[in-house]
């Protein structure tokens, strides 16, 4: 399972001959709500077209770099259809509020996680908990908990929002990056496909160095180029997390 944020801002390399093609800007969530589909990697600027790297064209997910087989990988995003839908969509994922069925307001969404093969999303992160019983401003929380994605809110059971702020941690997952620190996070709550539907959007920031970036205060905004989209910006920093000594997705406050 592939932590967001943990890709964001390393190189992507072709194996074939050692050259660097750019580095993530962002992940490409498709409008059917369920799979990451390709990650951004130059979004173009006020003339050109946003450049990506369709997930299956991702051969692996490094401790310091992802890698793909050639320049082919990549492509321009106007040539593949459902890339350029969801580039369309013109929603922010930034702080969107998450909220029980019963009307109570519990967080915001901060990361999204995935599977290595083939995209598929299996978890988000909710932070800025409210309610909390214990110290956690952060926790993990299963897809299929979701009950919708709508263009205003996250709206999720009764049971998960209980579940978010009681007292016991294991609520939320308890996976960490694997120690090569190529970002994958594992958790025992979290069985492998469990998602059923997120919303077609994304998230990010720009990284330095092969360290991912985990923000506390926004996660990613859409794009605000001309070519619509997600794009990964960060406005007001975050602290850097280090990929196998980082907590997923709970931290204390």
Not at 47 to 56: D, L, N, Q, S, Y
Not at 184 to 199: F, R
Not at 218 to 231: C, K
Request: glycine residues 14%; without cysteine; charged residues 25%.
């Amino acid at each position: 399972m592939i932590k967001g944020q943990s890709i964001i801002g390393k190189p992507v390399l072709t194996r074939n001959d050692g050259e660097k093609l750019d580095s993530v800007k962002d992940l490409i969530i498709g409008t059917d709500h369920t799979h990451v589909i390709a990650l951004l990697i130059d979004e173009g600027g006020l003339f050109g077209k946003p450049t990506v790297v369709p997930i299956e064209n991702v051969v692996s997910y490094g401790k310091d770099v992802l890698m793909v087989d050639d320049s082919q990988s990549a492509v321009r995003a106007d040539r593949l259809p459902a890339v350029a839908e969801a580039l369309e969509a013109s929603q922010k994922l930034d702080g969107k509020k998450v909220f029980s069925e019963t009307g109570e307001e519990y967080g915001r969404i901060d990361d999204v996680y995935f599977e290595e093969n083939g995209g598929k999303i299996v978890g988000v992160d909710v932070a800025d908990l409210a309610h909390s019983s214990s110290p956690k401003t952060k926790a993990y929380l299963e897809v299929g908990d979701v009950i919708s994605f709508g263009n205003d809110a996250v709206i999720i059971s009764a049971s998960a929002a209980a579940r978010l702020v009681g007292p016991d941690t294991t609520a939320g997952a308890t996976g960490s990056s694997n120690s090569d620190g190529s970002g994958a996070a594992t958790s025992p709550d979290v069985p492998s496909g469990s998602a059923d539907s997120l919303i077609g959007q994304s998230l990010g920031t720009d990284a330095t160095g092969g360290g991912a970036t985990d923000t506390s205060s926004s996660m990613a905004r859409y794009t605000d180029t001309a070519q619509g989209g997600w794009t990964a910006s960060q406005s007001d920093g975050g602290k850097s997390d280090p990929g196998d000594t980082s907590k997923i997705p709970e931290t204390n406050g």
